[in-house]
């Protein structure tokens, strides 16, 4: 299995900023950085000890980052570019609607009829279904 290229803490302080900037917001503080640090190891240990795939990672990742609250303000928009980078980073592209991810997104905090691990699955399942490897999406656009 080829190596898995992860977020880091940086790095996802530094995504935040961007999508607030990209959304006509301001960077928002970082509330706690445990939380986000915890959300950022869901898919390095997920990897670690079940062997998960990238998808499962992105959902775990995803899901991690919504539920953690970890910023004041914007934390579906950090989670949704968190995403898209790391699925990226590793050779995948999400080729969905982009209005479509954010309401899955939503989802991940308002659908929670039997609990997170059902709506992860949910979200990890809608995201498996949306996403390609990098070089089919380029040979689409190019």
């Keep these: 299995m080829e190596k898995v290229l992860h977020l880091s803490l940086g ?4 995504l935040h900023r961007r999508a607030m900037i990209y959304t006509g917001g301001e960077s928002q503080p970082l509330l706690s950085v445990a939380q986000l640090e915890a959300a950022l190891m869901r898919p390095l240990m997920a990897a670690h000890y079940e062997d998960a795939n990238l998808i499962h990672q992105a959902a775990l990742l995803t899901s991690g980052i919504v539920q953690a609250h970890a910023f004041l303000d914007g934390n579906k928009r950090t989670a949704a570019l968190a995403c898209t980078v790391f699925l ?15 309401r ?25 279904s949306h996403v390609e490897a990098v070089s089919e999406a380029d040979s689409k656009t190019g």
């Design 88 to 102: 990226r980073m590793n050779g995948l592209h999400f080729a969905g609607e982009p209005l479509d991810f954010g």
């Design 11 to 14: 790095d996802v302080i530094a």
């Design 104 to 128: 899955e997104i939503e989802r991940l905090m308002t659908d929670k009829p039997d609990g997170v691990t059902e709506a992860m699955g949910r979200f990890e399942t809608w995201l498996r």
